[in-house]
């Protein structure tokens, strides 16, 4: 059994986005959902593997915790609130 970075994939209200993807990219979406799947016991569309990819790569980006982590406000940590949006 493989060590993925993913595991199952939680329920939760989406956003809708429309992506393109270039071939490749998608057929190793769709054999990592498959892979996924034997392991989890889990059946995803490979379209829902890309938000939880995307939030672990962000996760894990050293150069986008560091940009969260100054004073830059664009860029504040998932859930947490701004001055602007805490009525301070």
């Given at each position: 059994m493989s060590k993925l970075k993913l595991g199952a994939i939680p329920d939760d209200k989406p956003v809708k986005l429309n992506i393109e993807l270039p071939a490749d990219v998608h057929r190793d979406l769709v054999?990592?959902?498959?892979?996924?799947?034997?392991?989890?016991?889990?059946k995803n569309e490979p379209a829902k593997l890309i938000a939880p990819m995307l939030a672990r790569f962000m996760a894990t980006d050293r150069g986008f915790a560091k940009a969260r982590k100054?004073?830059?406000l664009r860029f504040p940590a998932h859930g947490a609130s701004t001055?602007?949006?805490s009525g301070v």
């Amino acid at each position: 059994m493989s060590k993925l970075k993913l595991g199952a994939i939680p329920d939760d209200k989406p956003v809708k986005l429309n992506i393109e993807l270039p071939a490749d990219v998608h057929r190793d979406l769709v054999a990592y959902a498959d892979v996924l799947a034997r392991e989890t016991g889990q059946k995803n569309e490979p379209a829902k593997l890309i938000a939880p990819m995307l939030a672990r790569f962000m996760a894990t980006d050293r150069g986008f915790a560091k940009a969260r982590k100054g004073n830059d406000l664009r860029f504040p940590a998932h859930g947490a609130s701004t001055t602007a949006d805490s009525g301070v």
